[in-house]
Protein backbone atom coordinates (compact mmCIF):
# COMPACT_ATOMS: atom_id res chain seq x y z
CA UNK A 1 0.00 0.00 0.00
CA UNK A 2 1.46 3.31 -1.11
CA UNK A 3 2.47 5.87 1.97
CA UNK A 4 3.46 9.36 2.24
CA UNK A 5 5.52 10.45 4.60
CA UNK A 6 6.44 13.56 5.32
CA UNK A 7 9.73 15.17 6.82
CA UNK A 8 11.62 18.47 7.74
CA UNK A 9 9.34 19.71 10.25
CA UNK A 10 10.76 21.41 13.54
CA UNK A 11 11.27 24.43 15.47
CA UNK A 12 12.14 27.42 14.30
CA UNK A 13 12.24 30.92 15.35
CA UNK A 14 9.75 33.62 13.62
CA UNK A 15 11.22 34.91 10.74
CA UNK A 16 12.79 31.95 9.56
CA UNK A 17 12.96 29.24 6.86
CA UNK A 18 11.77 25.69 6.81
CA UNK A 19 11.26 22.87 3.87
CA UNK A 20 9.11 20.69 4.43
CA UNK A 21 9.33 17.19 2.18
CA UNK A 22 6.87 14.52 1.23
CA UNK A 23 7.90 11.69 -0.33
CA UNK A 24 6.02 8.15 -1.93
CA UNK A 25 7.00 4.98 -0.55
CA UNK A 26 7.09 3.75 -3.70
CA UNK A 27 9.19 5.70 -6.65
CA UNK A 28 6.54 5.05 -9.52
CA UNK A 29 3.97 6.80 -7.78
CA UNK A 30 2.41 9.53 -9.95
CA UNK A 31 -0.46 11.38 -8.58
CA UNK A 32 -2.85 13.99 -10.57
CA UNK A 33 -2.09 16.63 -7.72
CA UNK A 34 -0.46 17.40 -3.92
CA UNK A 35 -1.47 19.59 -1.40
CA UNK A 36 -0.58 20.89 1.69
CA UNK A 37 -3.09 21.25 4.69
CA UNK A 38 -1.99 22.02 8.74
CA UNK A 39 -3.72 22.13 11.98
CA UNK A 40 -3.27 23.64 14.97
CA UNK A 41 -4.17 22.48 18.43
CA UNK A 42 -7.50 23.07 18.78
CA UNK A 43 -8.47 24.04 14.82
CA UNK A 44 -9.75 22.20 12.42
CA UNK A 45 -7.43 21.07 9.51
CA UNK A 46 -6.79 23.97 6.79
CA UNK A 47 -5.68 24.41 3.35
CA UNK A 48 -1.65 25.63 2.71
CA UNK A 49 -1.36 25.07 -0.70
CA UNK A 50 -1.55 22.54 -3.72
CA UNK A 51 0.11 21.76 -7.27
CA UNK A 52 -1.06 20.20 -10.01
CA UNK A 53 1.40 17.72 -11.00
CA UNK A 54 1.35 18.23 -15.42
CA UNK A 55 0.86 22.07 -15.71
CA UNK A 56 2.52 22.64 -12.39
CA UNK A 57 -0.90 25.08 -11.19
CA UNK A 58 -0.43 25.94 -7.35
CA UNK A 59 -2.51 27.71 -5.39
CA UNK A 60 -2.17 28.91 -1.97
CA UNK A 61 -4.29 30.06 1.36
CA UNK A 62 -4.14 33.72 1.37
CA UNK A 63 -2.19 33.66 4.66
CA UNK A 64 0.88 32.48 3.58
CA UNK A 65 0.82 33.07 -0.11
CA UNK A 66 4.26 35.36 -1.08
CA UNK A 67 5.85 33.49 1.95
CA UNK A 68 5.13 29.72 1.31
CA UNK A 69 5.80 27.82 -2.41
CA UNK A 70 5.32 24.60 -3.48
CA UNK A 71 7.77 22.85 -5.93
CA UNK A 72 8.20 19.14 -7.00
CA UNK A 73 11.71 16.82 -7.97
CA UNK A 74 10.35 14.51 -10.56
CA UNK A 75 13.49 12.90 -10.16
CA UNK A 76 13.07 11.70 -6.41
CA UNK A 77 9.00 11.76 -6.52
CA UNK A 78 8.99 14.17 -4.22
CA UNK A 79 6.82 17.56 -3.14
CA UNK A 80 7.93 20.40 -0.98
CA UNK A 81 6.78 23.21 0.81
CA UNK A 82 9.17 26.00 1.28
CA UNK A 83 8.39 28.04 4.36
CA UNK A 84 10.05 31.64 4.93
CA UNK A 85 9.36 34.39 6.99
CA UNK A 86 7.35 32.00 9.51
CA UNK A 87 5.11 33.55 12.07
CA UNK A 88 3.84 32.10 15.12
CA UNK A 89 0.47 31.52 13.91
CA UNK A 90 2.02 28.88 11.36
CA UNK A 91 2.77 26.74 14.06
CA UNK A 92 1.10 23.29 13.39
CA UNK A 93 0.86 20.16 12.11
CA UNK A 94 1.58 20.10 8.09
CA UNK A 95 -0.40 17.15 5.83
CA UNK A 96 0.93 16.37 2.74
CA UNK A 97 -1.84 14.57 0.39
CA UNK A 98 -2.73 13.64 -3.08
CA UNK A 99 -5.17 12.40 -5.63
CA UNK A 100 -4.13 9.83 -7.43
CA UNK A 101 -6.69 10.03 -10.28
CA UNK A 102 -7.78 13.04 -12.71
CA UNK A 103 -10.00 15.61 -10.84
CA UNK A 104 -11.45 18.91 -11.72
CA UNK A 105 -12.66 20.15 -8.58
CA UNK A 106 -11.44 22.10 -5.67
CA UNK A 107 -7.47 21.48 -4.31
CA UNK A 108 -8.14 23.53 -1.83
CA UNK A 109 -10.52 20.98 0.26
CA UNK A 110 -9.71 18.09 1.98
CA UNK A 111 -12.05 15.83 0.52
CA UNK A 112 -10.13 16.39 -3.16
CA UNK A 113 -7.31 14.06 -1.87
CA UNK A 114 -7.00 10.25 -1.49
CA UNK A 115 -4.18 9.92 0.22
CA UNK A 116 -2.67 11.18 3.04
CA UNK A 117 0.47 11.38 5.14
CA UNK A 118 1.07 11.51 9.20
CA UNK A 119 2.26 14.37 9.44
CA UNK A 120 4.84 16.61 10.79
CA UNK A 121 5.28 19.04 13.49
CA UNK A 122 6.30 22.77 12.93
CA UNK A 123 6.73 24.89 15.96
CA UNK A 124 7.75 28.91 15.55
CA UNK A 125 9.03 30.13 18.43
CA UNK A 126 8.64 34.28 18.88
Known amino acids: QIQLKESGGGLVQAGGSLRLSCAASERSFTAYASGWFRQAPGKEREFVGSMTWYRGITNYADSVKGRFAISRDNAKNAVYLQMNNVKSEDTAIYFC???????????????????WGQGTQVTVSS
Open 97 to 115: AARRGWYSGDFSSPESYDL
